[in-house]
């Protein structure tokens, strides 16, 4: 392939056109050198190595049975044909019902957009209150929750089991929001708090002098300042929330199973013959919400996430 | 409302918006967190079965853990999946991050493109790999077509590698990640250090590595601190792959919880090995905590 070629001939042509003006800026570099080749190399071939699942899926799901069984993994459709993406979503069985992931996908649904809305709402108010109205003993109970996000969920998987069946919660669709926005709370606060904290001061203070209270202040002031703060919460919890398989196979029943669960019990299904091409499809149409997120979001799933990295 | 002496209200209802704004992260930390770990903690020395009992046992359960083949396979899958996983994604993660930094052009798309599986669920990334490792089909297949008629690569079928099987999935979910932590670090460190650096003649990977990676040590803690966090709670990418097989070959601690929990209807045994997760994360974050903390309240 001649793509690193091309490429770092462009990047020289580049700068030699900014030393243009004189000897200044660092030594131009020739386009061949042998540190582009190995940069650029190596660079693509791993750009490869990611893609490639990728691509097995679309592939995969876009074969007849009979090709797949054929040829390889890895070569092209002969015949594109949609039947894999048709049956993966209204028929597949999973053992139990045969009406494919369209159910799941709806459970999904179900469960993540209410989760983002009350997890982020609870999650938004709770880092004001901890950045501009701050009361004994607040900080206490949020180190507990950020040391808290540590600790393995399966400590915790039974008790919450408990605590749903107390309150009748247990196998609902309710119940499970309830969870996820009890795990997602810490993240978030942590999120909300320090970008409420990194308001200025002076904005609250006068607020309060107008005679804004609490909530005055977080409806007419926060809320419009920190739209971009609420996008990143939205990106991180619609991906965390719909990719989850552990509170969803605990705390729902089989016809609430999201759809995460209901793939796995699709392709890991020990009856009847394997349709590799449905299985597949079944995957990408799993993974194509995530995806579109995080396309759609660029740069701002990468503060997501790296929000999310800084928990500690 | 009450008056205390000085005219007013009593402090419990001072500021009372922002305390009921609190209210569901009081119960979060206090019922679910401390609570919830606790009570899993105290039923772990009991004899619970179907539903749980308090019926004191003492480290009865803990026994019966430790002398279980499940168990140890348990412990010993993670035992390498951790070792390999902090090593391997930490090792690619700077390497790709050292290489997008090198003012190359294109470095969004390859960003992207490093870091899309990690948009991915382990179930998902669990069953693209159970396909491309498929060895009818998939990689072993196609290197035999190849010509390689004796060559051998199905870790899913194999019990004594199909944890390295798991691990590759698990690579390439998280090592975007990773690469994404350390390139922010990068660009965390002065320009003039590498002009410095240059300025003296030093080569460019001693410059990496006796001088980047030191200033670094922040970005590596923490990444550090993530990844073995996670590495602890991986279920689903073993569910989706695996299942735990062949035979129990690649079963992991959290499986082991799950499965004792909800499948085997062995509640004890189940919180016995929650524990043990638990401690395993103690023994990670507590000395983290203690270096990162403790420091900067000196400081």
Known sequence: ?????????????????????????????????????FVYGTLLVVAVYYLLPLYVMVVTSLKGMPEIRLGNVFSPPVEITFEPWARAWSSACTGLNCDGLSRGFWNSVRITVPSVVLSIAIASVNGYALANWRFKGAEIFFAILIVGAFIPYQVMLYPIVIILREIGLYGTLTGLVLVHSVFGMPILTLLFRNYFASIPEELFKAARVDGAGFWGIYVHIMLPMSLPIFVVAVILQITGIWNDFLFGVVYTKPDLYPMTVQLNNIVNATMGVKEYNVNMAATLITGLVPLVVYFVSGKLFVRGIAAGAVKG | MSQDRSGRPVRLFQNLNAKIASIPMVLTAVVVFVGGTAWTVLYSFTNSRLLPRFNFVGLDQYRRLWTTPRWHVAIENIFIYGVCTLVFSLVIGFVLAALLDQKIRFENTFRTIFLYPFALSFIVTGLVWQWVLNPTFGVQHVVRSLGWESFSFDPLYSQEIVIYGILIAGLWQGTGLVMCLMLAGLRGIDEDIWKAARVDGIPMWRTYLFIVIPMMRPVFVTTLVIIASGIVRVYDLVVAQTSGGPGIASEVPAKYVYDAMFLSQNLGQGFAASTMMLLSVVVVVVPWAYLEFGRRGRA
Not at chain 1, 6 to 14: M, T
Not at chain 1, 19 to 37: E, M
């Open chain 1, 1 to 37: 392939m001649s793509g690193p070629a091309i490429l770092s001939a462009a990047a020289g042509v580049e700068a030699l056109a900014l030393g243009a003006g004189g000897p200044q800026g660092p030594k131009p570099r020739r386009a061949l050198s042998r540190r582009n080749v």
